[in-house]
C-alpha cells in the first residue's frame, strides 16, 4: 500500500516537473521548433529519444521541426559539470579527487544517457570517463510509467490499433535499461578483447574495471583517429589496397568474436579507431550481445546505426554473425565508391531501403573497382542472411583469393529474387482482420499454425511518437497548428550556403531579395571566422524547405579575449563561477601546496592577468591535502617470523626476503632487519629479515698427529736419533737454508746454544 502510494506521490511530482518546463518555455504563445527542441531537453532523456525518433518522421511532424529535433541525435546539452562530479562521487563513495588528478570540464561528447569526458587517475594514466547522468533510471522509470498511462486513454477507434503501444513503450524501457548498466559493456569489452588478444593489428581500450559501476565507465584514452575521418580526410574513398587491408582486419577480430558468441551489432567507420602504430580498436560495445549457447541467434530490435544496419535489424528480427557481415559489406561499399548504398534524409527512409531497395552497383559508379571486389562487397550485402558469407572467415578467404589473383572471378550474383517486398504501412481494417485471423478455430477444425510475433521496426517507431503525442497532446496540438501553413500553396526550395559570406553579401543574394527566406540576423563572437563574416546557419544548406522559411544566420564578431582574474586562494566553486561568468571553459586539477587551504586554488594557468580568447581553457589548481606515500619502518627485532609479517601489514609494508644466521638468540627470531627499523620507505614496500638459525655447533675433534712424524721431529731438534734421519733432516734444511746464516738446521742451532 505504502509502495503504491510513494508510486502516485512520484508520478505527480513529475507531473508538475512537466507542468513547469512547459510553462517556463510559454507554451500558450506557441511552439517554435527550437523551442520543442528546447523542451524536450528540459523534460529529461525519455523525451530526448522520443524526440530523436520525431525528428525521423516528416510525415508527421513538419520537415523545420524535424531538421531542429535532429539536433537532439548529435547535440544534447550536457548536464552540469557539478552534476557529473556527484554521479562520481555517489558511485565511489568518495570525492572525485581521491580517484582522478583531474577531469576536463568540457565533455567529449553528449547524448542522452551519458556522457564522456577526457581524465587522469592519481598514476598519471590518460583516461576517458562515461558518466550516467544523474537520477536517470528513477526520470525514466516514471515518465515511462505516465506514457503507458496515457497510452491506456486512447480510444479503441483511434490509431492504437496500428500497433501495440504497450509493447513498444515496454521494448523501449527495456532496451534504455540495458544501455543504463555500463557493467554490461565494460563486460563486453573485456570478452572482445579477450577473444583478440593474439590477433594482428586489433586492439580493444583497456578497460578499468576497479573504477568501473554501473553509473561509470572509465577505459583508457585511445590517441588516435577514427576510420570515418580517415574516410573524410580522403575524399570519402580509399584504394583497393587501403579497402582491403582495413577489412580484413575487422573480419579476423569479428572471426574470433564470432567464435565466443559476440555479436557487435553496430560495426560503422566511427566505431573503429586508428592508431599510430598499425592497430585498430574496436568501439562502443553498448549494444553488443554475448551468448554462450552454439548457434544461439540474438534479438536485434532495430539498434545500430541506420546507414549500416542489416534488413533483418531494421524489421526488428533476429539478428546472428551474419548481420555484422552485411555492416562490413556496407563499410567495403563505402570505401571502394565513396558513397554510402543507402542515403536519405530521413532516417526511417534510409531503413526502408535497407529492407527493400537494391543498391547501385559499384559497376556503376565506381567502374575501376576490380570485378572481383564488387562480387565480395555483392554478397556481403546480400537481403536475405543465408545468402552471404556465412562466416568472417569465408569471406576473408574470399579476400585473400583476391589478393593473390586479383583478375579472379568468383561469379557471384547479388540476389534479389528472393528480397521481401517493400513495406506497406497497414491499415486499421488489415490489423482487424489480421486479428480476426489469429482467434481460435473452431471445434473440429485444425488451427493453422501461428506465425512468430515480431516486433516491427516502422510500426515501433511510429508507435512511440503516437505514444508521446498522447502524453503531451495540447503540445503537438500547438505544433501542427503551427504547420498549417504547409497547406498553402507555397513551393519548395533548397537553401543556399551562407556561411563566410558577410552581411552585406548575404542580403544580396536572390533568395532573400526575391522574399523566398526571410532572414534572423544574430551575432556571437568566433574565433573562427574574421568580424562580419556568417559562420552558422539553421537550417543548414541543402536543406528542402517551403518558401518564405525564416533562416537564421549568425555574423561573427571576431575572437573576444578576456583577462584571467587573480583567483589565489578562492574558494574552487567561487573561482568556477568567475571563469565561467568570463566564457572560458575551466580544467580542475589538483596539487599539494601547505600554503593554500584545501579545496581553494593555488594558481591559474594562464596565469592571472594573462588574456586568453573567449571559449579557450583554463586550467585551474587546487589545493588538496598531501597523500602520504612513505611510512616508518617498525621494529621487529626479537618477533616471530609471523608476528613480523603482522606488524608489517599493519605498517603498509610487505615481508621480503629471509635468511638464517647462528646466534644466541631462540630459532626463528628476528636478528635484524633492513631497511632499519625508524628509517623511512615507500608504502606497500618490502623488509628484508635475518632470522635466528639457534647456536653454531661445537667443531668436531681433530685427529691425532702421526707418532712417527712427532717423533723425527723432536729427534732432529734434540740431534738424537737415527744417523740417516738427521742427515736426511740437516741436508733438506741446509738446503733450505742455504744463502741465509740465519735459517740453519736446528741441530746445529741446539749445539751451538749449548756449547
Excluded at 525521423?56 to 548536464?79: F, G, N, Q, T, W
Excluded at 489480421?434 to 516502422?458: C, D, M
Excluded at 573561482?575 to 572560458?584: D, F, N, S, W, Y
Aim: with cysteine; aromatic share 6%.
Amino acid at each position: 500500500m505504502q509502495k503504491n502510494k510513494d508510486a502516485s506521490t512520484a508520478h505527480k511530482s513529475r507531473l508538475r516537473e512537466i507542468t513547469a518546463v512547459l510553462k517556463k518555455h510559454g507554451i500558450t504563445r506557441g511552439v517554435t521548433p527550437e523551442k520543442l527542441r528546447l523542451i524536450l531537453e528540459d523534460l529529461g532523456p525519455t523525451f530526448i529519444k522520443i524526440g530523436q525518433i520525431m525528428s525521423m518522421h516528416s510525415d508527421i511532424l513538419p520537415k523545420r521541426y524535424c531538421d531542429e529535433l535532429m539536433r537532439l541525435c548529435y547535440d544534447v546539452a550536457p548536464m552540469p559539470f557539478k552534476e557529473v562530479t556527484e554521479v562520481i562521487e555517489a558511485a565511489y563513495g568518495c570525492p572525485f579527487f581521491d580517484v582522478f588528478s583531474e577531469i576536463d570540464e568540457k565533455p567529449l561528447g553528449s547524448a542522452s544517457i551519458a556522457q564522456v569526458h577526457r581524465a587522469m587517475l592519481l598514476d598519471g594514466s590518460r583516461v576517458v570517463v562515461k558518466v550516467q547522468r544523474k537520477d536517470i533510471y528513477e526520470t525514466m522509470a516514471r515518465d515511462i510509467a505516465l506514457l503507458n498511462k496515457a497510452v491506456k486513454l486512447v480510444p479503441p477507434v483511434s490509431i492504437k490499433g496500428m500497433v501495440d503501444l504497450d509493447m513498444v513503450l515496454d521494448e523501449l524501457w527495456a532496451v534504455t535499461r540495458e544501455e543504463m548498466n555500463f557493467l554490461t559493456e565494460a563486460a563486453n569489452m573485456e570478452e572482445f578483447a579477450k577473444n583478440n588478444q593474439d590477433v594482428a593489428y586489433v586492439d580493444v581500450p583497456k578497460i578499468y574495471q576497479e573504477y568501473t559501476t554501473m553509473h561509470v565507465l572509465v577505459m583508457e584514452y585511445v590517441d588516435g583517429m577514427t576510420l570515418r575521418e580517415y574516410l573524410n580526410q580522403r575524399g570519402g574513398r580509399l584504394t583497393n589496397r587501403e579497402t582491403v587491408h582495413f577489412i580484413s582486419q575487422i573480419l579476423k577480430a569479428l572471426e574470433h568474436a564470432h567464435a565466443n558468441g559476440v555479436v557487435h551489432r553496430d560495426i560503422k567507420p566511427q566505431n573503429i579507431m586508428l592508431l599510430d602504430n598499425g592497430q585498430l580498436r574496436m568501439m562502443d560495445f553498448g549494444i553488443a550481445r554475448i551468448s554462450r549457447a552454439e548457434n544461439q541467434l540474438l534479438s536485434g530490435k532495430a539498434m545500430g546505426s541506420v546507414h549500416y544496419i542489416s534488413p533483418e535489424q531494421a524489421k526488428g528480427d533476429e539478428t546472428d554473425c551474419t548481420s555484422d557481415i552485411y555492416s562490413v559489406g556496407v563499410m567495403m561499399y563505402e570505401m571502394l565508391s565513396g558513397h554510402l548504398p543507402f542515403d536519405a534524409d530521413d532516417m526511417v527512409e534510409v531503413a526502408i531501403k535497407q529492407i527493400s531497395d537494391q543498391p547501385k552497383s559499384l559497376h556503376e559508379i565506381a567502374p575501376e573497382v576490380p570485378n572481383a571486389l564488387v562480387e565480395i562487397t555483392e554478397k556481403a550485402m546480400a537481403k536475405l542472411p543465408q545468402n552471404r558469407y556465412a562466416s568472417a572467415r569465408e569471406m576473408l578467404d574470399a579476400l585473400d583469393t583476391y589478393v593473390h589473383n586479383p583478375s579472379v572471378m568468383f561469379e557471384y550474383k547479388y540476389i534479389t529474387e528472393d528480397a521481401p517486398e517493400k513495406v506497406v504501412k497497414r491499415t486499421m481494417n488489415q490489423n482487424r482482420a489480421n486479428r480476426q485471423a489469429e482467434k481460435p478455430a473452431p471445434r473440429g477444425k485444425k488451427a493453422a499454425p501461428r506465425q512468430k510475433k515480431r516486433t516491427i521496426f516502422l510500426p515501433a517507431l511510429f508507435g512511440i511518437t503516437v505514444a508521446f503525442a498522447l502524453a503531451c497532446l495540447a503540445l503537438c496540438w500547438m505544433i501542427l497548428n503551427d504547420s498549417s501553413n504547409l497547406m498553402n500553396n507555397k513551393a519548395d526550395i533548397t537553401l543556399g550556403d551562407y556561411i563566410g559570406m558577410t552581411q552585406d553579401e548575404a542580403a544580396a543574394t536572390e533568395q532573400v531579395v526575391s522574399g523566398q527566406i526571410s532572414v534572423t540576423w544574430e551575432q556571437e563572437y568566433n574565433s573562427n571566422y574574421a568580424a562580419g563574416y556568417i559562420y552558422k546557419q539553421s537550417p543548414v544548406s541543402g536543406r528542402t524547405v517551403r518558401e518564405g522559411q525564416n533562416v537564421t544566420l549568425t555574423v561573427s564578431l571576431g575572437t573576444q579575449y578576456v583577462t584571467v582574474p587573480d583567483l589565489t586562494n578562492y574558494v574552487q566553486a567561487d573561482a568556477e563561477q568567475q571563469l565561467k561568468e568570463l566564457g572560458v571553459s575551466v580544467l580542475v586539477t589538483q596539487a599539494v601546496d601547505t600554503s593554500v587551504a584545501s579545496g581553494a586554488v593555488i594558481r591559474t594557468d594562464p596565469a592571472a592577468g594573462s588574456q586568453v580568447a573567449a571559449g579557450s581553457t583554463v586550467v585551474m589548481y587546487i589545493s588538496r591535502p598531501q597523500v602520504a606515500t612513505t611510512t616508518k619502518v617498525p621494529s621487529l627485532t626479537g618477533m616471530s617470523t609471523a608476528d613480523a609479517r603482522t606488524l608489517l601489514v599493519q605498517n603498509h609494508l610487505g615481508l621480503g626476503s629471509q635468511t638464517e644466521q647462528y646466534s644466541d638468540q631462540p630459532v626463528g627470531t628476528v636478528i635484524s632487519q633492513n631497511p632499519a627499523a625508524g628509517s623511512t620507505t615507500k608504502l606497500n614496500g618490502r623488509v628484508n629479515i635475518v632470522v635466528s638459525a639457534g647456536p653454531e655447533p661445537a667443531p668436531e675433534p681433530e685427529a691425532p698427529s702421526d707418532s712417527t712424524t712427532g717423533g723425527d721431529w723432536w729427534s732432529g731438534l734434540f740431534g738424537s736419533g737415527s744417523s740417516s734421519s738427521s742427515t736426511e733432516t740437516g741436508t733438506e734444511q741446509g738446503t733450505a737454508g742455504s744463502g741465509d746464516p740465519s735459517q740453519k738446521p736446528l741441530t746445529d742451532w741446539w749445539s751451538s746454544l749449548l756449547s
